[in-house]
């Protein structure tokens, strides 16, 4: 009844999210979708399983596109090696209808989700601590803007 309007707000929502959670949004569809899978498996419904299948891996190719190699090279080299193992394990899993290895993915992308809400939740606590004063004394702004 609501789905457009959900559709909408979902879209709102990753358009004007900021990385970190985009990304945590992106883990939490893939879960979502992983999970699909699984159940589709066991009520025969391939078309749902190749439908969520197809899902969770547009979603991990955009994780894989998204990486700034420039800016964190070490990081986004390691999120790399996991995101195309993820994206093996995943053709693996349905070439032998394997659950483990459906579930060892999903194990890995909430290792992942873990992960990224607790570095979103470090920054965010350092965004909001104010500068004492005094520190900020030798900070100067340009007539750009910019320190």
Not at 10 to 18: G, H, K, M, S, Y
Not at 62 to 68: A, V, W
Not at 76 to 104: N, P
Not at 127 to 134: L, T
């Amino acid at each position: 009844m609501y789905g457009k309007e959900i559709a909408a707000y979902r879209q709102t929502c990753v358009v004007t999210a900021d990385p970190r959670k985009l990304i945590i949004l992106c883990y939490e569809d893939t879960l979502t979708h992983l999970r699909d899978i699984l159940s589709a498996y066991e009520s025969g419904d391939y078309e749902k399983k190749g439908n969520a299948l197809a899902k969770v891996q547009e979603i991990v190719t955009f994780l894989i596109l998204s990486l700034d190699h420039d800016r964190g090279a070490a990081v986004a080299h390691s999120l790399h090696s996991i995101y195309t193992y993820i994206l093996r394990r995943l053709m693996e899993a349905d070439m032998k209808r394997d659950y483990a290895i459906f579930e060892e993915v999903i194990h890995i992308v909430e290792e992942l989700l873990v992960s990224w809400k607790q570095i979103s939740s470090s920054v965010h606590e350092v965004q909001q601590k104010k500068i004492p004063e005094g520190k900020n004394a030798n900070v100067q702004i340009n007539s750009t803007g910019h320190i």
